[in-house]
T-cell receptor
Framework: GESVGLHLPTLSVQEGDNSIINCAYS??????FIWYKQESGKGPQFIID?????DKRQGQRVTVLLNKTVKHLSLQIAATQPGDSAVYFCAERNTGGFKTIFGAGTRLFVKA | NAGVTQTPKFQVLKTGQSMTLQCAQD?????MYWYRQDPGMGLRLIYYSASEGTTDKGEVPNGYNVSRLNKREFSLRLESAAPSQTSVYFCAGRTSSGSDEQYFGPGTRLTVT
């Protein structure tokens, strides 16, 4: 079936370095993509989103890149901080739809 | 403004027991969702309610029922709990404004023995 997946389940980075979390999606009908952050013991928190008519979107210290040709999504975190340690999920859905499909998640460890 | 709240935070059930997980939001969300999250996995949609008065099945609805009591409240019921339903359950809400910014509750950790 259709799925959203991640290339790496765990990522470890040095504090201050940039982090890149990758995600592959397979549903070519999806036109809206989202990144969520989940800290231990908490619910997921929205980080940033991007629509399929864009290939890049920037937020505060975060950038999402979308490559529709290879069905690839990435989240870049600049100057990674200890507070960025969490599990990051990519998700996809169709605009106007109600079903969001979540990937399995990537755990980010930030070393001091 | 409490956001999305869930009760209880923790629950232990014996196989065959029933219970209702409560969710309420004060963010004027039109749509609401119930997900389950198993260890090392992403979230899977159980049921959702696109608007008050409507509910629909998600990816894993078997063994669950839901009620959209009003715009604020969306409950999830387990009629006869099974060990396979041991999980963390998250409720979420979303406004139909074009963004998929779902706001999640803190979760209910359910163990079925």
């Amino acid at each position: 079936g259709e799925s959203v997946g991640l290339h790496l389940p765990t990522l470890s980075v040095q504090e201050g370095d940039n982090s890149i979390i990758n995600c592959a999606y397979s549903n070519s009908a999806s036109d809206y993509f989202i990144w969520y952050k989940q800290e231990s013991g908490k619910g997921p928190q929205f980080i940033i989103d991007i629509r399929s008519n864009m290939d890049k979107r920037q937020g505060q210290r975060v950038t999402v890149l979308l490559n529709k040709t290879v069905k690839h999504l990435s989240l870049q975190i600049a100057a990674t901080q200890p507070g960025d340690s969490a599990v990051y999920f990519c998700a996809e859905r169709n605009t106007g739809g109600f079903k969001t499909i979540f990937g399995a998640g990537t755990r980010l460890f930030v070393k001091a | 403004n409490a956001g999305v709240t869930q009760t209880p935070k923790f629950q232990v059930l014996k196989t065959g027991q029933s219970m209702t997980l409560q969710c309420a939001q004060d963010m004027n969300h039109n749509s609401m969702y119930w997900y389950r999250q198993d260890p090392g996995m992403g979230l899977r949609l159980i049921y959702y309610s696109a608007s008050e008065g409507t509910t629909d099945k998600g990816e894993v609805p078997n063994g669950y029922n839901v009620s959209r009591l009003n715009k604020r409240e969306f409950s999830l019921r387990l009629e006869s709990a099974a060990p396979s339903q041991t999980s963390v359950y998250f409720c979420a809400g979303r406004t139909s404004s074009g963004s998929d910014e779902q706001y999640f509750g803190p979760g209910t950790r359910l163990t079925v023995t």
